[in-house]
């Protein structure tokens, strides 16, 4: 059974850098389209991007410039970074996986949240 | 402003069915059978119910069915039960700049 778990800093200040890392337990990162999907507090779900795992990456256009997504195979994680961050990127942040055979997410992380605040 | 659109909230009485619509463009939904369905309970991850416009993961009970005609997509809850009260999310392939898109999401409310 697959497990996804992320981890980062609960809080962020506007204008720095959000960083989270989702850990994989019990799966291989290989043939499958890591994604990181946030859900800002009572509002709807937003595709951020994936990184596939021969490390090929594409990301949602509206935070496609201040967007990174990177993989270690040594340690069976993916990571996010966002940039000068903003009120606005507040939300809970979810890591889960496509497989490459499939068109849908069928494992999550439980979710973190991240605040924007100073 | 969603990709997809979803009425934002539905209710219905245990033992009824409801349903939930989805309604794209036939740069998603219309023209891609990869619509797939998540159920989210308050405080909780998304939950995969129904994948591929129809088909149930195992596990999930079969009171959960999808449907798609044209560029709107439904999911049907039969024989609605109190557990059923939650957030259910709809989500397509996209062949626009994004490649997955989402709605905005649908509050069901079992009377």
């Known amino acids: 059974q697959v497990q996804l778990q992320e981890s980062g800093p609960g809080r962020v200040r506007p204008s720095e850098t959000l960083s989270l890392t989702c850990t994989v337990s019990d799966g291989s990162l290989s043939n499958n389209y890591w994604t990181w999907i946030r859900q800002p507090p009572g509002k709807g779900l937003e595709f951020i991007g994936y990184i596939y795992s021969t490390g090929s990456t594409n990301s949602n256009p509206s935070l496609k410039s201040r967007v990174t997504i990177s993989l270690d195979t040594s340690k069976n994680q993916f990571s996010l970074n966002l940039r000068s961050v903003t009120a606005a990127d507040t939300a809970v942040y979810y890591c889960a996986r496509m497989s490459d055979s499939t068109w849908y997410w069928d494992y999550w992380g439980q979710g973190t949240l991240v605040t924007v605040s100073s | 402003q969603s990709a997809l659109t979803q009425p934002a909230s539905v209710s219905g009485s245990p033992g009824q069915s409801i349903t939930i619509s989805c309604t794209g463009t036939?740069?998603?939904?219309?023209?891609?059978?990869?619509v797939s369905w998540y159920q989210q309970h308050p405080g909780k991850a998304p939950k995969l119910i129904i994948y591929?416009?129809?088909n149930r993961p195992s596990g999930v009970s079969d009171r959960f069915s999808g449907s798609k005609s044209g560029n709107t997509a439904s999911l049907i809850i039969s024989g609605l039960q109190a557990g059923d009260e939650a957030d259910y999310y709809c989500s397509s392939y996209s062949s626009t700049s994004t490649p997955w898109v989402f709605g905005g999401g649908t509050k069901l409310t079992v009377l």
């Open positions: 591929d416009v129809n």
């Open positions: 036939s740069s998603d939904v219309g023209n891609y059978d990869y």
